[in-house]
């Protein structure tokens, strides 16, 4: 069995573990290593999708993850309940300090993991400034222009790619 591809994908307890592997990978920053991980754990969810897609926009195969973002938002679409990522229940959304939400909304893309127990509302705002970043990378302005205006324009980096759009 190779290393990249090579191995079948998992099921069960084993799909677990490689899910979590894959986001052990990401916090190295290891991509080749965690794109595998999220392949071979055959999970077909929001926050697979979207890991994918981190480990894709991190080693420039920005047209895939780009796929795999809206393949995401779709996902995360489709499940019962609105409250987190696989159809937790709706929980209140309680608001961080300001100095937290400041550091937010001013900081640069993250480039954290999705777990499955990331709020809704918090892994779709994940999804889509994933997306914006890939499809400024793509030339996709209009795309930039309709997911800052989704996010309510409260990202600095979304409203510092639309600058060099916009001129």
């Known amino acids: 069995m190779g290393w990249m591809g090579g191995a079948p994908p998992t099921t069960g307890a084993d799909s677990g573990r490689l899910f979590a592997a894959g986001i ?18 055959a999970r077909e969810d929001a926050p697979t999708r979207y890991n994918q897609a981190l480990c894709c926009f991190h080693v420039g195969w ?14 995360l679409d489709d499940k019962p309940g609105k409250g987190s990522c696989p159809g937790i229940p ?26 499955p127990e990331t709020p809704r509302d918090d892994a779709l705002t994940l999804i889509l400034r994933l997306r914006a970043e890939a499809a400024f990378r793509l030339g996709r302005c209009e795309e930039v222009r309709t997911i800052a205006a989704r996010l309510g324009h409260r990202y600095k980096h979304l409203e510092n790619l639309l600058k060099p759009i916009d001129r």
């Open 24 to 41: 052990t990978y990401i916090c190295c920053e290891a991509w080749p290593q965690a794109y595998d991980c999220f392949v071979r754990s």
């Open 90 to 115: 709706f929980m209140s959304r309680r608001q961080p300090p300001e100095a937290f939400r400041r550091w937010d909304t001013d900081g640069e893309l993250p480039r954290s993991p999705l777990l």
């Open 62 to 75: 920005y047209e895939e993850g780009y796929w795999l973002l809206a393949e995401a938002e779709r996902l």
